[in-house]
């Protein structure tokens, strides 16, 4: 049974309810070509580089939405500061996922074999998809924003 078969075969959710692998290490009889080898090797250092920004910047949202809530007075600081817990979460999932990526680059370096390598490729993906996901929702929040701001700019144009 081929690779792509198998996870095919075993199947479960993710978090979007896309089918996502679970991947069972087995023993692998192929070995890896060098060249494929060294490119994850030297990928390796920019993915922990920008898993490092993304949880660096989830942390500081996470951290001045807390403050934000727990010492605001009003309500609408409040929802300001929940709006900063939101994008916390939102910029840590695609951070997840390169964490995951990084972790089978290594394992698949040091010898994980196609199954390591099919772990990199399916992290890789979710990151992507992930990625994309939250890209088309911020278009279509932005696209909204902008309707309903030209509405109350006319509105207000209207009645003055």
């Not at 500081?60 to 939405?65: E, F, P, S």
């Not at 009003?74 to 939101?86: P, Q």
């Amino acid at each position: 049974m081929s690779v792509g078969a198998e996870i095919r075969r075993q199947g479960a959710y993710d978090l979007f309810m896309q089918p996502r692998p679970v991947l069972r290490p087995t023993p692998s009889t192929e070995p890896l070509p060098a060249p494929i080898l060294t490119v994850l090797e030297q990928t390796r250092p920019w993915i922990t580089f920008f898993a490092v920004l993304g949880l660096l910047v989830a942390g500081l949202a996470g951290w001045g939405g807390v403050h934000g809530v727990l010492s605001s007075t009003s309500w609408g600081e409040r929802v300001k500061a929940g709006f900063l817990l939101l994008s916390a979460v939102i910029y840590f999932l695609p951070t997840m996922f390169l964490l995951r990526y990084r972790s089978a680059i290594e394992r698949t370096v040091n010898g994980g074999g196609m199954w390591a390598l099919a772990q990199a490729l399916t992290a890789q993906k979710s990151f992507w998809r992930t990625s994309g996901l939250i890209t088309i929702w911020s278009f279509v929040i932005y696209a909204i924003l902008l309707v309903v701001v030209l509405i109350v700019a006319a509105v207000a144009v209207h009645f003055n």
